[in-house]
């Protein structure tokens, strides 16, 4: 049997409530959003929700995923469009500032979604890990191109200023925390670059 290229895709429904889910779980959390609520926003029937997702956890892994890939396309993209690993650093970092500054932000919604299943064995959990060691493995591999000895502690810091970052957007000024996040990354960035240049001239 064949199959058409529009059975493949996405159904409507399902697009709505990873859509729905996106938006309620980032503004509002997720164990404060009942499932009643998600059908009721999407315009779904019960029978639809749970066709597409046995149940409410498989949505939160879901939206988890979907945001993954966004912000997994933006680093992409940054280190795509940078041909210098200093460059595609600095444009990691203000993509991260412009997201702190953007309508509605809320924090990290993979640091948010930590504080709500903190158990190791959840696949929730296991799936914020996941993501985090994306990131983390990612920067280690540009930081490499920067100054190769210090990689890994370069990056754990940028990720360290990053989460505080993202936690102190939802509390103070998001344009004072942009810039103070900024100059945090491009004192670390300068730091590595000019102990390669030393290293190099040896």
């Known amino acids: 049997m064949t199959h058409s290229g529009t059975e493949t895709r996405p159904s409507e429904a399902r697009l709505r409530l990873l859509a729905t889910a996106i938006r309620i779980f980032y503004a509002e959390g997720i164990h404060s959003v009942g499932v009643d609520r998600l059908i009721a926003e999407a315009k779904v029937t019960r029978a639809t929700f749970y066709r597409h997702f046995p149940g409410k956890e498989d949505l939160v892994l879901s939206y988890l995923r979907e945001v993954h890939t966004m912000e997994r396309t933006t680093v992409e993209t940054a280190i795509a469009d940078h041909p210098d690993p200093v460059d595609a650093l600095l444009a990691i970092a203000r993509s991260i500032a412009q997201s702190i500054q953007s309508p509605g932000f809320r924090g990290c919604a993979f640091l948010n979604a930590a504080a709500e299943y ?35 502690a370069a990056a754990r810091h940028f990720v360290m200023l990053r989460d505080g970052a993202m936690a102190a957007g939802c509390l103070f000024d998001p344009a004072l925390v942009a810039e103070t996040f900024l100059r945090g990354i491009e004192g670390l960035l300068r730091i590595n670059a000019e102990r390669q240049s030393s290293e190099s001239a040896r």
């Open 118 to 152: 903190p158990a190791n064995d959840q696949p929730v959990h296991q799936e914020i890990i996941a993501h985090r060691q994306w990131f983390l493995d990612t920067l280690t591999t540009m930081m490499a191109q920067v100054h190769r000895d210090t990689a890994d």
